[in-house]
């Protein structure tokens, strides 16, 4: 009588191992994405400034120098609340460390246009619209 043949042991393949490092690493790179949008969100616009300009922008924070000039603000994307554009206002060359702001101008795409001439700083196009309430 023949005795049938002892079973192979399975070890996994290096594609296998490939496999699950390339998981590993997409796992590590959507947890990164998932902070960084959650990182952007928090530059959300949450209150309305007047700047010295005269001109009202919605911010992510009020200014600690003129906390009284500052109104709360929720956005809505309701059409037929406030509308606000925005723009990211790049600092000078000459400040250091110093981020980009991002600013929604208060009004229409022209008035986002008219707001980021008057701040006299380099700034992208404006993107929009956002709309908005007073709180």
């Given at each position: 009588m023949r005795r049938p043949a002892p079973r192979r042991r399975s070890y996994p393949s290096a594609m296998t191992w490939g496999l699950a490092v390339r998981?590993?690493?997409a796992a590590w790179t959507m947890a990164l994405i998932v902070w960084l949008f959650a990182a952007c969100a928090a530059g959300r616009p949450t209150s309305l400034?007047?700047?010295?300009?005269?001109?009202?922008?919605?911010?992510?924070?009020?200014?600690?120098?003129?906390?009284e000039s500052c109104t709360t603000v929720h956005v809505t994307g309701d059409p037929?609340?406030?509308?606000?554009?925005?723009?990211?206002?790049?600092?000078?060359?000459?400040?250091?460390?110093?981020?980009?702001?991002?600013?929604?101008?208060?009004?229409d795409r022209a008035r986002c246009d008219e707001v980021r001439a008057a701040l006299d700083t380099p700034s992208e196009a404006c993107w929009g619209p956002v709309y908005?309430?007073?709180q």
């Open positions: 998981l590993v690493l400034t007047r700047l010295r300009e005269g001109y009202e922008v919605l911010t992510a924070h009020c200014e600690a120098r003129a906390p037929h609340d406030e509308e606000a554009w925005g723009f990211r206002a790049r600092p000078a060359a000459n400040a250091l460390w110093k981020e980009p702001e991002v600013l929604y101008a208060v009004g908005f309430r007073r």
